[in-house]
């Protein structure tokens, strides 16, 4: 018994003295966060903070700045043209969200078969999504363009006279999100693939044996259990369509009559043209908040319709 004892004594010794070293030894491992978080703190933190701060000024860039507390706020509840920037944008999210989370899934479904040369059709539908939102703007310009267009050239050949898209106030907002579409469906149809492949092939077979039509198996299978990638990708779509500015910049320059003018390019008129930088910080402010409360309603809805383990 006293040799037990001993034993069970000197292995508890042990234990204390490793995780006494552990602790004293754990924070060499913070030293691997630092680089993330110094830069997470300098290009994220800091700069929300400095907008926030920079909000409650008044700043004409030339001049000093002037502390004038909530009435930039103030002026925001009044400002009739930030509340349509507003608006188009939602109406532009709307336009493109929907739309593009379609196409990605069904392309995703198409490919996600094995047939020949498949990958090389994978690569090509992400070829969009590589190409920078300038270059893509002034050639989908060209596509659009009333006489000469593609788009046009093609609605001719069929006794069809096309619009002049981008200045006409009831098409030039859809043709900037069908550029938006075009551009982002093959690299959210990436996501949606790896969901796909990523669902146990025994699920699908039990369900065909249990006599379940391929719809029934699409909406009761693989929809729910595509659930986390929806989530993802309705998130990072959501964000970057609220934040959609180049687009706009190369294509319309927020007309015709401000029917493309997204609150993204709102805020660059205000800052670089107007040069009011705390009533343009005010407007940030109120984008980073709608995109903040939409993701947590996001977070919400898909939080109590997901799961993770599929085993």
Not at 33 to 51: E, T
Request: overall charge neutral.
């Amino acid at each position: 018994m006293t040799s037990h004892t001993a034993e069970r004594s000197l292995g508890t010794d042990v234990q204390v003295a490793k995780g006494r070293r552990r602790r004293g030894s754990g924070w060499h491992a913070y030293l691997f966060v630092v680089p993330s978080l110094f830069g997470v703190v300098a290009f994220l933190l800091l700069p929300m903070v400095i907008v926030l701060v920079l909000s409650l000024f008044d700043w004409q860039l030339l001049s000093d700045p002037t502390f004038v507390g909530l009435d930039n706020y103030r002026r925001l509840a009044g400002d009739g043209q930030t509340w349509h920037s507003l608006g188009v944008t939602i109406a532009y999210v709307l336009l493109c969200i929907p739309l593009q989370t379609v196409l990605a899934l069904s392309l995703a479904m198409l490919l996600n078969q094995r047939v020949k040369g498949v990958r090389f059709y994978r690569s090509l539908f992400v070829v969009p999504w590589m190409a920078t939102p300038i270059v893509l703007a002034l050639i989908w310009g060209w596509i659009f363009d009333p006489r000469d267009g593609a788009i046009n050239s093609a609605l001719a050949l069929v006794g069809v006279t096309g619009p002049d898209w981008l200045s006409d106030p009831t098409w030039a907002l859809p043709a900037v999100a069908l550029v938006s579409v075009w551009q982002y469906t093959g690299y959210n149809m990436l996501f949606f693939l790896a969901g796909l492949q990523g669902i146990p092939k025994e699920l699908h077979d039990a369900a065909e044996t249990d006599g379940a039509t391929p719809a029934q198996r699409f909406w009761r299978v693989t929809l729910p259990l595509l659930n986390p990638t929806m989530f993802f990708v309705s998130v990072t779509n959501l964000i970057g369509s609220f934040q959609v500015f180049d687009t706009v910049y190369a294509m319309t320059d927020g007309g015709p009559s401000h029917t493309t003018e997204v609150i993204n390019f709102r805020i660059f008129q205000t800052a670089f043209k107007e040069f009011d930088f705390g009533y343009a910080a005010t407007l940030s402010t109120l984008l980073f908040l709608i995109i903040f409360l939409v993701t947590m309603a996001q977070v919400r809805f898909f939080g109590k319709r997901t799961t993770y383990d599929l085993s």
